[in-house]
């Protein structure tokens, strides 16, 4: 899967030391890029019960040396700035999870395309609403909310297929580490807490 490198810096609005930017981007990185879905085995259990645990999707106070990520022989972990600290200032949804979109908006962090920040980022404002959700409401795909983080082709076309109706998605996917849930219950906010996230549009509001 070809990916494009981005790293996450602090704005001027909030004076940040460069170890909790550091660490936001090492965190991020190496989870959003690690390749590895996890089967759920025939259960549906939370997507994170074998990918280590995030402040940012557990709303839990965990330490480095115990997320289940890094290495807790390394005395590395012990310089990393704690992720309830780095990300103390950034807004929260309704059910406690760090809301990415609206850190972005409100300048508290500024995604680049590349490592150095010499490319510029190509942004789509376009949704994608998804009927076949049986009688949850219907789905939304906010492009912007995404290319605000990464390029087309972190998910184009290996995850999802540019075609309507080319991707067979089911939630069991998803809390299997497919699909969404490459990104959602690693980074993003799990696919088992706060559904109406992305279930967030009625089906009498979906023209057939």
């Known amino acids: 899967m070809s990916s494009t490198t981005f790293s996450i810096v602090r704005t001027n609005p909030i004076n940040i030391p460069t170890i ?35 402040y940012q999707t ?3 106070v965990i ?20 992720p309830y600290e780095a990300m103390v ?7 406690g999870n760090v809301n990415w979109v609206e850190t972005v908006k409100r300048g508290l962090i500024e995604p680049r395309a590349d490592m150095l920040g010499e490319t510029q ?8 609403i998804f009927t ?6 219907h789905v939304r795909f906010p492009h912007l909310s995404h290319t605000l983080w990464l390029d087309c082709s972190n998910c184009h076309p290996a995850i ?41 549009v009625p089906q009498n509001a979906t023209k057939k």
């Open 20 to 54: 909790r930017v550091f660490f936001c981007f090492l965190l991020i990185s190496s989870v959003l890029f690690s390749g590895n879905a996890v089967h759920a085995a025939g259960e549906l259990e939370p997507v994170l019960k074998d990918r280590g645990k995030h």
């Open 58 to 60: 557990e709303s839990e």
């Open 63 to 82: 330490p480095v040396p115990e997320d289940g990520i890094h290495d807790p022989s390394n005395d590395a972990v012990h310089v990393f700035q704690a």
């Open 89 to 95: 200032d950034f807004p929260r949804d309704a059910v």
């Open 121 to 128: 980022k190509k942004t789509l404002d376009m949704d994608i």
């Open 132 to 137: 076949d959700t049986g009688k949850m409401p």
């Open 160 to 200: 999802f297929t540019q075609k309507k109706g080319a991707n067979d998605i089911a939630m069991t996917d998803i809390f299997q580490g497919k699909f969404c849930g490459l990104c959602h219950g690693k980074v993003a906010f799990p696919p088992t807490k706060n559904c109406m996230r992305c279930h967030s």
